[in-house]
């Protein structure tokens, strides 16, 4: 088969080569799922104490519309919403501290409930979801609420649909390593309201 000493070599060298070639390959990396980067993303931003954000908000609910800013701030169970702009009451602070909700409007009256959506509703005549607003916000789902999601590849949010409501993400900016939703759209019965955050700020323990 093989004429001379030297042929037998060369061949034996070259499959000592390939075997060595084909053990140094290095197994191929499994790949991560946009469902997998989701959950990923869940736990990263479950692990922040805190956070803010600041944009503005336009809501049109029937004939009406109106273009205000926003401002959210988020402390573990605690929050703050500030809507600021043309409402029935003028400007409009909810405080929550885990036990019911207060409503403080720019002309001095106050006001309190259990649930916010009624409150602000009742002072501005938007009926929002607030509640979970905070969760929507940062493009993740309610976790107490049964919904529909659509991820892109990355494991952002896209679409949510909840409690009614059609969330839509268009865009995202990286905010200290984590992509932030800055362009939401939500549309609900009879109420449709963009949002535009040009400001995160993110705090960790």
Excluded at 59 to 68: C, K, L, R, S, W
Excluded at 96 to 112: E, F, H, M, N, P
Excluded at 155 to 168: H, I, S
Aim: charged content about 20%; glycine content about 10%; proline content about 5%.
């Amino acid at each position: 088969m093989f004429k001379t000493m030297v042929e037998l070599r060369r061949w034996l060298l070259l499959l000592a080569a390939l075997l060595l070639a084909a053990c140094a390959t290095p197994p191929p990396t499994p790949e991560v799922t946009p469902e997998e980067l989701f959950q990923d993303r869940l736990q990263t931003l479950a692990g922040l104490s805190g956070w803010s954000a600041n944009g503005r908000a336009g809501i049109t609910a029937g004939q009406e519309a109106a273009t205000m800013s926003l401002g959210w701030q988020q402390t573990g169970g605690e929050w703050q919403l500030d809507l600021r702009g043309p409402l029935a009451s003028g400007s409009v602070r909810l405080v929550s501290d885990g036990a019911g909700v207060r409503l403080r409007a720019s002309d001095g009256r106050t006001d309190a409930a259990d649930d916010a959506q009624t409150l602000l509703y009742r002072h501005t005549g938007y009926d929002l979801p607030v509640e979970v607003l905070q969760d929507w916000l940062i493009g993740i789902p309610a976790p107490e609420y049964d919904a529909a999601l659509e991820l892109d590849q990355d494991g952002l949010l896209t679409e949510l649909e909840q409690l009614g409501w059609k969330v839509q993400y268009s865009a995202y900016e990286r905010v200290n390593g984590i992509y932030m939703p800055v362009r939401i759209f939500l549309d609900g019965p009879g109420i449709h309201m963009r949002t535009s955050i040009s400001r995160w700020e993110l705090i960790r323990d």
